[in-house]
């Protein structure tokens, strides 16, 4: 029958070596750095990457203004957008009327399939020139999460990577220990002299 001691590695022991007790804190610390600090720091990351997109997307809005355009012609095939959440575009030429300027006529960027004549959105930076419309609330999400799972990810690669170092350090102590002892244990047993 087995039994369970409690607190073995806190109890005096004549086996017990110093390398013993630091690789036990070890453990106990990186637990505690993988259970607490790490879902912490990609938490904090996390937030800071939602205040900083919010920022930046709250700034492109603020400098970008949408305009209704007629579509006039083609200037490019669709490109097809592999694996993301766009639909497939096509640069197209656009005519909008700007109060400021009259009538314009640019390149813009619309979805595939939209014939000559159609009317479509256009985005417009302070200058004047179609730029891609600002991020929405899902694009800052997936922004955010992806942050936060990376800096999550990070804090425990650098935990588990300290914690093998102490360990690698901790075996290399152990074992000098050993050999330190059985080099003065060896010859008392095998009657050789050292």
């Known amino acids: 029958m087995r039994t369970r001691v409690r607190g073995w590695r806190r109890r005096a022991s004549p086996l017990r070596r110093r390398s013993d007790v630091v690789e036990a804190w070890t453990l106990l610390a990186t637990a505690v750095l993988l259970v607490v600090v790490a879902p912490l720091v990609g938490v904090v990351a996390g937030w800071w990457a939602h205040e900083d997109a ?3 997307v709250q700034k492109q809005r603020d400098d970008r203004r949408q305009v209704r355009a007629e579509v006039v012609g083609r200037t490019s095939p669709a490109i097809p957008m592999a694996q993301s959440g766009r639909q497939p575009s096509a640069n197209m030429t656009v005519r909008w009327t700007d109060p400021a300027t009259g009538t314009r006529t640019d390149t813009a960027r619309v979805p595939a399939g939209t014939r000559t004549g159609q009317t479509v ?4 930076d302070s200058r004047g020139r179609t730029v891609a419309p600002p991020p929405d609330r899902t694009a800052v999400w997936q922004h955010t999460v992806t942050i936060g799972v990376c800096a999550t990810a990070g804090a425990a690669a650098v935990t588990l990577l300290a914690h093998t170092v102490v360990r690698h350090t901790a075996m290399r102590r152990r074992l000098a220990e050993w050999e330190e002892e059985w080099a003065r ?6 009657g050789r002299r050292a």
Do not use: Y
Request: glycine fraction near 8%; avoid cysteine; charged fraction near 15%.
């Open 54 to 56: 919010g920022a930046t």
């Open 185 to 190: 244990t060896e010859p008392q047993w095998t």
């Open 121 to 124: 959105d256009v985005w417009l």
